[in-house]
């Protein structure tokens, strides 16, 4: 058993040599590697060969490391997508707010702290209403027939911009800054209905499919 | 190879793992699914019986 302990740390090494390094995949791996040698020496085989025999099983580690490194892909791809999106957003927002803050020093308009605070506070709200909107769109009702669902975004849209119109007269603003700070409030709302539809627009195409099915 | 899959379904929420202490002193680790890997199953069923659907239609009733 202490011959057989051995062996199996001296594996796990050539394991970390061979580049799977994480504790815990590896405290996996032996995890598995000592089942699979019970298993073998219960049947009748002696340690020696059920080692050898389950490390072949399980692989070299120039074999398995590829598939592993496969796992952070996936997730270091959908970060990447978020970030530019993130990153899109804010150079967009950035390059609004400094054409006002080099305009301000220069003393071209008047910019007051409530100014400054609504407009972060603006950057703020489109991306809370981009990840509200995606969360909403998951959750609406599924709609099977195919025209209630598009009189439903019909009244929606039609409903939206009446609200907004409405809105708009309510707010008299002369200033242009203000006007640009109402323009990003109201886009954040859009990005929000946009995300809600194309998703839940996805999921009733999806049921639709599938009762027909 | 099992456990990179396992991981990658970890990490995607699915699957959650522990590790339990035996009798024998050794741990092993159980895997059991979650409400999120039942919705993502279902999803992938959707799709896979959309294909299913098409690849029917495409090549006549009596493949299905």
């Not at chain 1, 060969?49 to 997730?75: C, D």
């Not at chain 1, 990447?80 to 967009?92: E, N, P, Q």
């Not at chain 2, 991981?7 to 002193?25: D, F, Q, Y």
Request: aromatic share 10%; proline share 3%.
């Amino acid at each position: 058993m202490r011959d057989l302990n051995a062996k199996i740390a001296e594996w796990r090494a050539r394991m970390a040599a061979g580049g799977i390094k994480a504790p815990a995949v590896l405290d996996e791996l032996e995890s598995h590697l000592r089942d699979d040698i019970e298993r073998r020496m219960r049947l009748g085989v002696d340690s020696c060969s059920a080692f050898t025999a389950a490390a072949q099983q399980l692989g070299p580690p120039a074999a398995l490391k590829p598939e592993f490194e496969k796992v952070a892909r996936p997730r270091k791809q959908i970060l990447a997508r978020w970030k530019s999106v993130v990153a899109g957003t804010l150079f967009a927002y950035s390059a609004v707010f400094i054409t006002w803050l080099v305009e301000w020093r220069m003393g071209k308009i008047e910019i007051t702290g409530m100014e400054l605070v609504l407009t972060l506070g603006s950057m703020l709200t489109t991306l809370l209403f981009g990840f509200a909107g995606r969360s909403i769109g998951a959750r609406i009702p599924l709609v099977a027939n195919e025209q209630k669902q598009a009189v439903f975004v019909l009244m929606a849209v039609f409903l939206g911009g009446a609200s907004l119109r409405l809105l708009w007269n309510c707010l008299s603003f002369d200033q242009l800054v203000q006007a640009q700070i109402i323009l990003l409030w109201t886009l954040s709302p859009l990005l929000g209905v946009g995300h809600c539809f194309s998703v839940w627009n996805d999921r009733c195409y999806t049921a639709r499919k599938q009762i027909k099915a | 190879m099992l456990y990179p899959v396992l991981h990658r379904m970890e990490n995607n929420g699915w699957i959650k793992s522990r590790w339990v202490k035996m009798e024998n002193g050794r741990k092993r680790k159980y895997y059991s699914l979650k409400e999120d890997g039942k919705n993502a199953l279902d999803e992938q069923r959707t799709q896979w019986l959309k294909v299913h659907g098409v690849l029917t239609q495409l090549w006549g009733e009596k493949y299905a």
